[in-house]
C-alpha cells in the first residue's frame, strides 16, 4: 500500500519504518527541515533499539521517504497517519492544534478517496473534529479511523511488530477491510484485531494508560506504607503479582512514573470526565500522589544529612523517565534535580542515553558528566532515579573510593539492602528494611 506519516517523532518514525518494513511504500512528513536531512542520512534523531537498522534497510530499497512536503506526500497516499504531538493543555486537556493542522493540510491537498488515521494519542470526538476540518477543504469522500498506538518506549519496534493487539475504530466498512489488510503481516502469530467504533478506540488509549499508571501508583503507596509497618514491599509485590487477575507487570516501586504518555494522558482523561460530568476522582488522586511520590527520595535525603543538603555533591544516575529511552518528558530526575538545587545542593547526573535530550531540560540546572564513575567523584550521596542494567552490577569498590561519602539512596530498589550494608554503604531504598550502618 501506499501511506504517509504525519509528524516523525517517536510514534510516526516507528509507525512508518514498521510499515515500510513489511514491504509498504511509506512517505514520512515533518516541517522540521534539519530533521528530515538526518533521517535521510539514515541518523535517527530518537533513541530507540532496533529502529536504526530497520530505517536504514527501508531507506535504501526506496520503501522509506522522508520528506517536508505535505501536499505531495498526501496526493501519492492511499492511506495517511497523523503522529503529531498532543502536549497537556494548562487545564489537563490535550492540544489538538497539530492534529487539526494536519487535518486542514490534507484536506487541502486531497484529490481522491482518502484513509485518515488518528495515531496519536487523542481525546474522544476528536475524529469528528478532523473531519470537520478536512471538510472545510474538499467534498472529496474520505474517511477517519481511529487506530491508537501501544508502544513502549525501548520496546517500540518490537511493540509495532508482534502486537498485543491491534485497535481499529471505524465507522465506514470500507475503511475497516482497508485496516484489516494493513495490519495481516503483524498479527499472523494470532494476536487479535479488536474492531470498535471510533470513540471507542479514543477511549481505550486513556483508559489502558490511566489503567497502568493506577498500578504503578498504587504499588508506591504500597511501598510507603510497608516502611511505616515495618513490611518488604518486594515480598507484598511476588505476592500480589502471582495473582493471574492482577499480574506480575507495573508492580515495582519507584520514583514517579513520567515520560510522554502517562502524565499527560491521566490529565486528559480527567479532563475529559470532568467536561462530560463524570468526574474521575480515582485519577485524579493517581495524578496527585504521582506529583508527590517524584520527590519522596529527597525526604530520604534530608533525613540522612540531619536537614541540610546545602554544599553537598549529590549524583544522580539515570535522567531519562525509563530505561532503552532517551526521552526527558516529565522525567522524575528533572523534579528531583530542581528540588536539590533549590535546597543548594550541588547536582551532577549521568545517563547512558539521555545526556544530549537532558541538556536540553536540565543543562542550566545540574552539570552533567558522560562517565558513570567520573561523575561519582567527590559525590557526599548517589541518587539512583532509573534502572538502566549497567547500573545493576557497578563496581562498588570503585565507587567507594570516588565517593566523598558512602550513601546512596535507590530510587527503584535494584540492589541488596544487605550486600550495600557488607560493602559499607548507608543504604536508602523504597519499602524495604534499609539496613544503614547509622
Known sequence: MKLSVIGTGYVGLVTGTCLANTGNHVICVDIDESKIEKLRRGELTIYEPELKEILKENNARGRLEFTTDIDSAVKRSDIIFICVGTPSGTDGSADLNAVLAAAASIGKSMERYKIIVDKSTVPVGTALKVMEEVRKHTKIEFDVVSNPEFLKEGYAVEDFMKPDRVVIGADSERAAKIMKDLYAPFIRTGSPVIMMNVKSAELTKYAANSLLATKITFMNEIAN????????????????????????QFLFPGVGYGGSCFPKDVR?????????????????????TNERQKTIIIDKVLQHFGGSVKGLKIVLWGLAFKPRTDDMREAPSIDISKKLTALGAEVTGYDPKAIKTAKKEMGKIIMLIDDQYEALRGADALILVTEWNEFREPDF??????????????????????????????????????????
Open 397 to 438: 569498590e570503585l565507587m567507594k573510593e570516588l565517593m566523598r561519602q558512602r550513601v546512596i539512596f535507590d530510587g527503584r530498589n535494584i540492589w541488596s539492602p544487605e550486600k550495600m550494608r557488607s560493602l559499607g554503604f548507608d543504604y536508602y531504598c523504597l519499602g524495604r528494611p534499609q539496613n544503614n550502618r547509622k
Open 268 to 288: 486528559a482523561l480527567i479532563h475529559t470526565a470532568r467536561e462530560s460530568g463524570s468526574p474521575m476522582k480515582v485519577l485524579e488522586a493517581v495524578e496527585q
Open 225 to 248: 506504607l510497608c516502611e511505616k509497618v515495618g513490611a518488604d514491599v518486594n515480598d507484598v509485590r511476588l505476592g500480589i503479582g502471582s495473582d493471574k487477575r492482577i499480574g506480575p
